[in-house]
């Protein structure tokens, strides 16, 4: 038996040697892609949200096993943000602070080569990606249980960004203790307020008396934890490591499927990936039938929608702007007859972003 053991950790040694070699090769092409760009553009697009997907699909398409597709993906994710750090070191802006959710969608989206930085609002993430000062941004837009984040709609209509990508995350709520916590003496648990809807009722059927106190993220609720003994708190797994938390009760959440949808906004344009959606905000003059009107044009090409959301304009009382999210790309011939369409028709057209669906 040790003489195949040893045999089989060769193999294992040799291939690794081998990996390592092929990973230097391929940051070496990379660093090499960096200085064509560089000749051949003043000003270079280093992060390509339309290629990465193209690759990450690819590599999901073609994975034979016994790895599954999405543990492999996950794995190449990494290898392309340390060669993507090689031809452009990059700073995203995410809502934080640290141990949110929000940060783990942009690492799961970036990997781990970039630099995060945590915001304190979600306005804030949209002026720092508008000034330069970060690259790219992620904001949460909605959750499969509580609906819509209704503060990022309403930051795109003042905002010249664009969608560049999307990320959704599984969302999973612990039940954490602190190192001081007397679990027999709790008397409040802290998490943010969607957190606590989305373990409603869980908490009511094991916790009705403790007070819930919502408070500004799961990772201020899991800070919390250090200095007091009669709380617990409400976060994910982030949260938990990082201030060094034990889980309680893991899974929580009242749907086994909830999912939180992140969107990347940046500067940029991204062309078409082959499956795609597309957000706009749309607004027309306020008249019976509108809602029927604006949506015609997409039922007559075919084109599913696959989000609508109304938000008032603040431009006149009971005046709504609609944003809607719908599959193919702005450069597609049928969408953009959709939009011709609707513009002629009198109505104003704001194409948010086209961008690859989530590929992870």
Known sequence: M????????????????????????????AHQVAEVKR?????PVFYRPEREAQVLSRIKER????????????LFREVMSVCLALEQPMRVAFLGPEGTFTQQAAIKHFGHAVESVPLGAIDEVFREVEAGAVHFG????????????????????N???????????????????????????????YSHQQTLAQCRQWLDAHMPAVERVAVSSNAEA???????????AIAGDMARELYDLEPVQRNIEDRP??????????RQDTPPSGRDKTSLLISGKNRPGLLSDLLRPFRDKGINLTRLESRPSRIA????????????????????????????????????????????
């Open 2 to 29: 040790t003489e195949s053991l040893d045999k089989l950790r060769d193999q294992i040694d040799a291939l690794d040697q081998q990996l390592q070699d092929l990973l230097n090769h391929r940051a070496e092409l």
């Open 39 to 43: 000749r051949e553009d003043a000003e």
């Open 63 to 74: 994975n034979k096993g016994p790895i599954d597709a999405e543990s492999m993906a996950r």
């Open 138 to 157: 992620v904001v949460p837009v909605e959750n499969s249980t509580e609906g819509m984040v209704n503060h990022t709609l309403d930051s795109f209509m």
């Open 159 to 189: 905002s010249d960004l664009k969608i560049c990508g999307e990320v959704e995350l599984r969302i999973h709520h612990h039940l954490l203790a602190g190192p001081h916590t007397r679990r027999d003496k709790v008397t409040r648990i």
């Open 222 to 232: 899991a800070r919390r934890l250090k200095d007091e003994w009669n709380a617990m």
């Open 257 to 266: 499927d909830n999912t939180t949808r992140f969107l990347i906004i940046g």
């Open 317 to 360: 009382n009971w005046s709504y702007v609609f944003f809607v999210d719908c599959e193919g790309h702005k450069a597609d011939a049928t969408l953009t007859e959709v939009l011709e369409t609707l513009e002629a028709d009198g109505n104003t057209i704001k194409v948010l972003g086209s961008y690859p669906k989530a590929v992870l």
